[in-house]
Structures are given as structure tokens and as C-alpha cells.
């Protein structure tokens, strides 16, 4: 049984309602076997207001040799006397400005703790990972994000995380979408604008004024996106940014995170999707905690 807007889209034998309902579920937006994914949306987003420059990949960020452990948990709880595992282990890598770089791997190989480092959120405990002069100019006497302040760190590096309720800060979906652009000083007329630009485009009007923890989970990863998108930070790193997608919903993420790669952001991806990879500049393999393999 498929459920639409309207109501029963069809009802049947899967066979049946695949073959005979076809083009009905696509223009529904569902996933079917054998469909190709669609072709990303065409979308304008905010211009990078740091270190970053339509037409040429530039380095924003350097890891240099970075490590990072985790503690052993066991079920909810940490084991104390148990040594830290590794989570990354000398990772050299370079996140360049105007491309999309996709991380790949199995779970737990690593990919949200690179992307961690990535947004500042924590320190390597080995190496270093470090902004380019570009994205770091005005910053401070340090080149390290996660030394930053954290308005320095959320002008310039937004982050998405896999649980995107942790990025909702506002009663309503408008005011988490602002939020930022609030904090960091920005005209409130120029960022309003840009925030019902991304709303029409991640098919999120007419729910401004809800309360984003009443939102499905597509529509609130969707959210998550548009408030890190906003306020026309440098770098993106977000972690499995298509997960609860449908076809159409799909094409417009993937389609936002071309265009932030077009405007000169650097777009940095963790997936399992291998739809999303395949518009990547390039893609590496974590595997264990450790850079297994790049491509072009």
C-alpha cells in the first residue's frame, strides 16, 4: 500500500503496484529498483564570506598527520580502565574550496570523527589540523579551529551532524534557521531573504512556524542543512547529509551541495550513499581510521 498527500496511491501485489503505478510513485518521489537517482536540482546559495573563491580549489583546510581516539564504551557506559582505541590515525589531507569531497568507509571507520575535526569541534590528539591563511585571516593568533572562538568558528566552518536534532536551537523552524546569522550580527532582512530562498527550495515552506522537533526526519535533516547553509559559511561538513530522502527531496540536497561547491565552499561529505559519491570532485576511503584510498 503506498500513501500520498491525497491518500492510496495504489494497493497490490509489490509486483503489480511496481509495474502498473510506476510513474505515479516516481512523480511521488519514491525510490524504485533499477531507477536511476535523479539529476541534482539546480539551486542558488549564499555566497562564502571567507577565504573562498568560485572557479579554483584553494586549501581552507590541512590535516597534517592527525589522530584522534575514542573511549570503549560499554553499552552506556565508558570504560575507564580500558585503554582508548584510535579513531583516526595519521591522517594527511587537504580540504580544498569549490569541490564537494566525499569521505567513505564502513561504519565506525572513522568518518564522523574526520569531520569532527573538521568543523573544530575537537582536538587531534596527535598532528594537527589546521586553516589556510584565507579561511583563518582575522581569526586570532592561531590557525587551529578548534582554538577559535565560537562565533570565528560558526562564520566561517558550518557542521551538520548525523543527529540533526542537535542542531535545532529555535521554538519554530524559522527562528532555528536564523539563529546563526542572529548570532554572528548579520542583517536580519539578508539573512530572512536567504533562508525562504533555501525554504522553497528544500520543500520546507509553509512550515516556518512549526516546531522543528515535530518535523519527520527528512524535513529535519533538510533544516539542518539550510540553517549550517545560511549565513554563507566557507566549509561544510556534513555527515550523511541524504539519509531520509525521497527522490525529490534527494536531488534538491545533492543539488545545494553542488551549488556551495560552485560559489567556492568547501563541501566535505560523509556518506554511504553511493548515488551522492558519484558527484563528488573526490572521494576518499577511511577504513579502521586510516586514509585506505582516493580517487579523482
Known sequence: MVLGREGVLADGPPASVLREHRETLLAAG????????????????????????????????????????????????????????????????????????????????????????????????????????????????????????????????AWVPQRAALTIVGSTVLDSLLATGRALGRPEDEVRSGAESLLADLRLQGLEDRNPHTLSGGELRRLALASGLVHGPSVLALDEPTVGQDRHTWAAVVGLCAAAAGVGMAVLVSTHDDDLARTADATHVLDAGRLAGVGA
Open 30 to 157: 519514491i525510490w524504485l529498483p533499477g531507477v536511476p537517482a535523479p539529476e541534482p536540482t539546480r539551486l542558488v546559495v549564499p555566497q562564502p564570506r571567507h577565504g573562498s573563491a568560485a572557479g579554483g580549489a584553494t586549501g581552507l583546510l590541512e590535516f597534517e598527520r592527525a589522530g584522534l581516539t575514542r573511549p570503549v564504551r560499554r553499552g552506556l557506559s565508558v570504560a575507564r580502565r580500558a585503554a582508548p582505541v584510535p579513531a583516526l590515525v595519521d591522517v594527511d589531507l587537504t580540504i580544498d574550496a569549490a569541490r564537494l569531497t566525499a569521505v567513505r568507509g564502513r561504519s565506525g571507520a572513522g568518518k564522523s570523527s574526520l569531520l569532527s575535526l573538521a568543523a573544530g569541534l575537537e582536538r587531534p590528539i596527535s598532528g594537527r589540523v589546521v586553516a589556510t591563511p584565507g579561511l583563518a585571516g582575522g581569526v586570532g593568533p592561531t590557525a587551529a579551529p578548534s582554538t577559535w572562538a565560537s562565533t570565528d568558528l560558526a562564520a566561517r566552518i
